[in-house]
């Protein structure tokens, strides 16, 4: 693909946005996410309720936001269909195609939803396009536009990451690893205990002045094997997510006052579950990276060179410890809040 096909995809997919159904109608909604305003338009009021949802705890009244992203439902019109050309990506391990070209514009195209995401870093737009709204994947519905505001923040000096972060009294706590690990369910049980929450999945992190992590989604997500340790969180279940029966909470609606935009971190610690619970050791900072960045990149696509470097410099400076949870997850606050004290 030449760099003018390329970016003639770009500006075709954003200039039909204006031309589709007038009766659609269009949701305008500006967010403030760090200190960045982006300023979303979507089609569909059913698809917009889906995205802009997830992302209430970053809604501010409109403004004029330098960064613009148009989201999308439905068949496009003739000519602009074939808005990839697969003999130009590379196939990642989960079937998705992802490219990153020289004229400064990034895609993301999953084949199975027919599903598109474009950041174009020159103007600072993006795109986000499904040929239809059923076939939405339920990690999509609970994470929004996830790739985009990964290469969004990327651009503003911020690095999403999958990891989770919860703190007390402005301080607070990068927690990572894989799936399974018991990063979730530790930030969850932390916010049943009324600690201060920014994530359970994915944190945007800063390492200016002082590393930070910074909120972006308020919703969150709970295994089977987890859901029932938490009873007085049953009042913010949204959903249950199709593909892997996870439960998804609408934290931001139901403790508004414990989601906080951001948290100064002081400490990173790296769960595993086990039998009983023990003392937290102290990890290098390369052990965390090893456990942080695979799972980021496998999650995120075209993850960029920013936020490797941004990962780096904050697991350098942070103290990372290794902590093993026990099969109480009511136990894992107690924990953490001993790191918390060590550190702080």
Same mark, same amino acid.
């Given at each position: ?11 075709? %997919? ?25 300023? %979303? ?9 889906? @995205?802009?949802? *997830? ?19 439905? *068949?496009?019109?003739? +000519? !602009? ?7 130009? !990506?590379?196939?990642?391990?989960? +079937?998705?195609?992802? $490219? ?5 514009? !990034? ?40 790739? %985009? ?9 911020? $690095?999403?990451?999958?990891?989770? $972060?919860?703190?007390?009294?402005g301080k607070g706590l ?39 992590? @910074? ?6 997500? %709970? ?18 997510? $199709? ?11 139901e403790f508004p006052h =414990? ?21 937290a050791v102290r990890i ?5 990276? =090893? ?11 075209? @993850?960029?060179?920013?936020?490797? +470097? ?24 107690? =924990? ?9």
């Open positions: 693909m030449t760099r003018s096909r390329r970016r003639t995809q770009f500006e075709t %997919l954003w200039s039909n946005f204006e031309h589709r159904d007038p009766h659609g109608g269009v949701i305008h909604q500006d967010l403030l996410i760090g200190e960045n305003r982006i300023g %979303l338009s979507l089609h569909n009021n059913a698809f917009a309720t889906t @995205i802009l949802n *997830p992302l209430r705890s970053r809604w501010i009244e409109g403004d004029t936001a330098a960064t613009q992203v148009r989201v999308m439902a439905g *068949p496009l019109p003739d +000519g !602009t269909d074939e808005v990839v050309d697969l003999r130009s !990506t590379s196939f990642s391990v989960d +079937g998705c195609l992802y $490219a990153v070209d020289d004229d400064g514009i !990034t895609f993301s195209y999953t084949p199975e939803a027919t599903m598109l995401s474009m950041w174009d870093r020159q103007s600072q737009r993006g795109l986000f396009w499904i040929r239809e709204l059923a076939l939405l994947p339920s990690w999509e519905q609970s994470a929004p536009l996830i790739h %985009l505001f990964h290469w969004i923040s990327a651009h503003h000096g911020l $690095a999403l990451v999958h990891a989770a $972060a919860v703190g007390c009294d990068l927690i990572i690893g894989p799936g399974g690990t018991g990063k979730s369910t530790s930030a969850i049980a932390c916010l049943d205990a009324g600690w201060q929450y920014v994530s359970d999945d994915y944190t945007l992190i800063s390492n200016t002045p002082v590393p930070k992590a @910074i909120n972006l989604y308020g919703a969150g997500k %709970l295994s089977p094997s987890s859901v029932d340790y938490f009873p007085s969180l049953q009042r913010a279940v949204v959903a249950i997510r $199709a593909e892997d029966d996870k439960t998804i909470f609408d934290f931001a609606a =414990q989601i906080v935009n951001s948290l100064e971190l002081v400490g990173v610690v790296f769960p595993h579950l086990g039998t009983a619970p023990q003392p290098a900072s390369i052990v965390a990276a =090893q456990a942080l960045v695979p799972s980021t990149a496998f999650q995120l696509r075209a @993850i960029r060179p920013e936020t490797i +470097g941004t990962i780096g410099a904050i697991l350098r400076s942070l103290p990372c410890f290794s902590v093993e949870l026990g099969t109480d997850r009511h136990e894992a606050p107690r =924990q953490l809040k001993q790191i918390l004290e060590e550190v702080g």
